[in-house]
């Protein structure tokens, strides 16, 4: 066991989680929704909370698949750090559509209700600072298993995920050998390394063991073209084909449909890719 989950499971298997069920509607802290945001139905689709328990290991998670077939391939979808809200919903359930058995785990279940808190910067300190990656790969583990049960071919998985989850698509495709393909939108690729989170997309590059689509903003603000074109060059020694689209005006969150930042244009281009990637490597529905 890795000493983070070591150390974690005696705290976990003595309390209950800090979230034990996903919260309504959007975060707190990405209120007003933009007049854009997009509203999928779940007509024709099996959606909804379901727990994702495997002995302590337990979290809430939003899954949606088609109600008719069986054997669907399986999606998971890796929140932002506002959580498991409303959007990571909605896209679960526009993925069902597509076909698949999409999955997005609660992923700070654990630490705090970041559904409730209005201020990134709490956010960002006492929340996400604090999720040990180890622990997430876990938790994406479990939800594979959790999948296998209930519907799920587990020999086509993929992973796709937003801001936070962009950086944890990269770790997940060099950490599970079974994922045939990943798409990450806009997850950081550089930063200095903590106890919770040792490791940055970069440092993984060369470990790869699924290919990767990375999708990201030539206006993004936090994630510099600079770290960009390193990770492309850190790409080469990548034992799986790699590949970043960088979209020139396109800002962080661009496919955010909720907020400000969104793009529609290279939203719905980086949407058509990722299903493309999917089909290109083994993930395809139908």
């Known amino acids: 066991m890795h000493p983070d989950l070591a150390s974690l499971q005696p705290e976990m298997s003595r309390r209950d989680f800090v979230v034990t069920a996903l919260s309504a ?24 909370e379901v727990d994702v328990s495997f002995g302590y290991d337990s979290v809430p998670a939003y899954r ?14 890796v929140q932002e750090i506002f959580g498991v809200h409303e959007h990571i919903k909605d896209i679960c359930r526009r993925l069902a559509k597509q076909g698949y ?15 409730k808190m209005s201020d990134i910067k709490e956010i ?32 086509k998985i993929a992973v796709t995920g937003f801001c936070y989850g962009g950086r944890i698509v990269w770790l997940y495709c060099a950490h599970n050998e079974n994922v045939k ?25 060369a ?10 903003g030539g206006k993004d ?19 799986k084909p790699a590949e970043i689209v960088v979209y020139p005006q396109a800002q962080h969150g661009f ?20 299903l493309s990637w999917f089909k290109q490597h083994g993930v395809a529905t139908g």
């Open 25 to 48: 509607g959007f975060a707190l802290a990405v209120l007003p929704v933009s007049a854009e945001t997009i509203t999928t139905d779940a007509q024709g689709l099996t959606a909804g």
């Open 64 to 77: 949606a698949m088609p109600a008719q077939g069986s054997n669907f391939p399986v999606v998971l979808v």
């Open 101 to 115: 058995l999409a999955i997005a785990p609660e992923l700070f279940a654990r630490i705090g209700d970041v559904s």
């Open 124 to 155: 960002l300190d006492k929340v996400v600072a604090k999720a040990p990656d180890a622990q997430v790969m876990k938790d994406l583990d479990n939800c594979i298993r959790w999948a296998e049960a209930n519907n799920g071919d587990v020999s």
């Open 181 to 205: 393909a990943g798409v990450a939108w806009y997850g950081r690729l550089k930063s200095p390394a903590t106890a919770t989170q040792p490791k940055h997309p970069i440092d993984v590059a």
């Open 207 to 216: 470990q790869l063991k699924a290919p990767v689509l990375g999708l990201y």
């Open 221 to 239: 603000q936090g994630i510099p073209l600079a770290d960009v074109d390193a990770m492309r060059a850190a790409l080469q020694t990548a034992q």
């Open 255 to 274: 496919h955010a449909d909720y907020r400000n930042s969104y793009d529609k244009q290279a939203a719905e281009a980086g949407w058509q890719r990722m």
